[in-house]
């Protein structure tokens, strides 16, 4: 099945600078790679998600690109704020009929520092 | 509107017990998911319901974790004889399902389980 590596684990920046996380995946048929962000003792909450036929999509601060040779995908944020603090998690699917399941990374904490 | 909602938000159990959790998921999303997440680590798949059915059952961890939904709406997770390692949060997502292809999913705020 699909596995996925999501580096670094633990992510401190001062504010107002850029932060970079970085997934692999395993499965080269995978073809949705979607971004969530929990914050404490909540859901996680989609921020940001791309399809294996596009390598780069932004929204305001947030992009990811996706290199489907490499199989990696990585997620910036610019000009990063105090509320970006959180623990962000990468996503990979294999978009079949009947098999959805999403295999989500183990996380980034991410601590941006005022 | 109203997301996916989740309850308990908390339970606490005696190992042995059963427990039922419930998710409530957005209104006329077709497709629904369990996740378990373990302290500090990422989102584990359950079981996936499409409608009623559940196509993909292949996370669930034994045969004491089992899941039903009804009328294509609530599902309800169940964990028989509970063990201390099935502390975790229970995340519940929905999403809307055109053709072959599912769109985004949206979690819930999750179920604390903890067993004692």
């Known amino acids: 099945g699909e596995n996925v590596e999501q580096h670094p684990s633990t992510l401190s920046v001062q504010e107002g600078d850029s932060a970079v996380i970085k997934c692999t995946y395993s499965d080269s048929a995978s073809n949705y790679f979607p971004w969530y962000k929990q914050e404490l003792g909540k859901g996680p909450q989609l921020i940001i998600d791309i399809r294996s036929n596009v390598g780069e999509k932004k929204d305001q601060r947030i992009a990811v690109t996706l290199n489907k040779t490499a199989k990696h995908f990585s997620l910036h944020i610019t000009e990063t704020q105090p509320e970006d603090s959180a623990v962000y998690f990468c996503?990979?699917?294999?978009?079949?009929?009947?098999?959805?399941?999403?295999?989500f990374g183990t996380g980034t904490r991410l601590t941006i520092i005022p | 509107g109203a997301g996916v909602s989740q309850s308990p938000s908390n339970k606490v159990t005696e190992k042995g017990k059963d427990v039922e959790l419930r998710c409530d998921p957005i209104?006329?999303?077709?497709?629904l998911y369990w996740y378990r997440q373990s302290l500090g680590q990422g989102l584990e798949f359950l079981i996936y319901f499409q409608g009623n059915s559940a196509p993909d059952k292949s996370g669930l961890p034994s045969d004491r974790f089992s899941a039903e939904r009804t009328g294509g709406s609530v599902s309800t997770l169940t964990i028989q004889r509970t063990q201390q390692e099935d502390s975790a949060v229970y995340l519940c997502?929905?999403?809307?399902?055109?053709?072959?292809?599912?769109?985004?999913?949206?979690f819930g705020p999750g179920t604390r389980l903890t067993v004692l």
């Open positions: 996503a990979a699917r294999l978009s079949n009929f009947g098999n959805e399941k999403l295999t």
């Open positions: 209104s006329g999303h077709t497709a």
């Open positions: 997502a929905s999403s809307f399902q055109s053709g072959e292809a599912t769109d985004t999913q949206y």
